[in-house]
């Protein structure tokens, strides 16, 4: 194999010149070499979502490269095997003394963690604690999910994660089941999303299979739920998902929870699934800080290796993309995969020119779900309230505050405002718009009211 290893030393070589430091690292660098036979290299990922990524966007390019290495070689193969990702919480707990070796940990059979990751959903390998920024708006949902991963114990139950889009939400699920399998491979760990837990529901309806479907979530030490908010108004599979989750709490497994909002925001969720959901710890990942997003930039950098970007360039992305770390990152590849591509130092000119649309977004990209929280605070009522199909003026008013606030300073359609504020008709948020415009030229209250409201939300 010794000339085998010395030709795949060489393609990752090309394949690092050619597609740059970042998608390297993200895609290939994983990539490891199983055996050659017959004509046919046999390569494998952790994970079938990166296998699938690096078949659909770098598989020809690699079997080019092999072949030009090899002629002898006309396939190239690529499958899933089951470990924790290199690098991460395994190696720290052996620095640590909190484990012998991990080569030499017993670990699940291959077949029952493939089994749980078909049935639940791949884990990513780059979401760990390793790999996690921690800052104000996040360290509550931090410690609570390092607590549930190091713990043998049920310390609170459920763990429930609740933020915005791209606050970091699924790293921390992520990174609690990368944890638990490195500390305890014996614990059995399913993660999904809860659109996947009524997919997998259905089906067991459909397939008269929901005896194999119910033992098999009441088997796991750990289920994971992901964005909950996705079964509101599904009536029997919130039946479902309550049962499933009863058991498990009865019987001291832990459940991990995450959604866009707490649990008695929740609308659509039965009022007895929200309380027990808000039973155990509740924590608010709130939006990032400027020192956080700054954090995450120089921890990419870092992560990239080779690339060379000024520190006025970080500082300058921290300031002006303010709406999610998913953003923010994909903001810093787009700069480095130009830069690596066109052969240009990265410069803040550069950085400006190529980012225009991004930057234009974000001067001011305020969210629906920001304005209706700042008004239902502002007005103290609950979000479900500002939501709900209440009447009172006490609740319609600032409701259609919400949906003027919304339609001034968003570029959301009426009907999408409408969507977001209970599944309303379009002509709703009309009548409030109009509304609230005409009250304004004659109640010097509410007029102030909004203009208070407009420079919070603008701030």
Known sequence: MSEIEAQWGRVQGRLRSEFGDAAYNSWLKPLSLQAVESGKVCM?????????????????????????????????????????????????????????????????????????????????????????????????????????????????????????????????????????????????????????????????????????????????????????????????TQEEFFHTFNALIDHHRQVVISADRSPSDLEGIEERIRSRLGWGLVADIHPTDYELRLGILQQKVEALGDAEVPQEVLEFLARRITSNVRELEGAMNRIVAHATLIGRPITLEMTQDVLQDLLRANDRRLTIDEIQRRVAEYYNLRLSDLLSARRARTVARPRQVAMYLAKQLTTRSLPEIGRKFGGRDHTTVMHAVKRIEELMCSDASLEEDIAHLRRLLEV
């Open 44 to 236: 494998a990922v952790p994970t079938r979502f990166m296998r699938d990524w690096v078949q659909s966007h770098y598989m020809d390019r690699i079997r080019d490269l092999w072949q030009a290495e090899n002629p002898k070689l006309r396939e190239v193969e690529i499958s899933v095997r089951a470990s924790v990702p290199n690098g991460s919480d395994e190696v720290v707990a052996h620095k640590n003394g909190a484990g012998s070796n991990p080569q030499d940990m017993p670990r699940p059979s291959e077949s029952a963690r493939s089994s749980d990751d078909e049935f639940g959903a791949p884990l990513d390998p780059r979401f760990t604690f390793n790999n996690f920024v921690v800052g104000k708006s996040n360290e509550l949902g931090y410690a609570a999910a390092r607590r549930v991963a190091e713990s043998a114990t049920v310390h609170f139950n459920p763990l429930f994660l609740h933020g915005g889009v791209g606050l970091g939400k699924t790293h921390l699920m992520h990174a609690i089941a990368w944890h638990i399998r490195q500390r305890d491979p014996g614990r059995r760990v399913i993660y999904m999303s809860a659109e996947k837990f009524m997919y997998q529901f259905i089906s067991a309806l459909r397939y008269k299979d929901t005896m194999a479907f119910k033992q098999r979530f009441r088997a796991v030490d750990v289920l994971m739920i992901d964005d909950v908010q996705f079964i509101a108004n599904k009536n029997s």
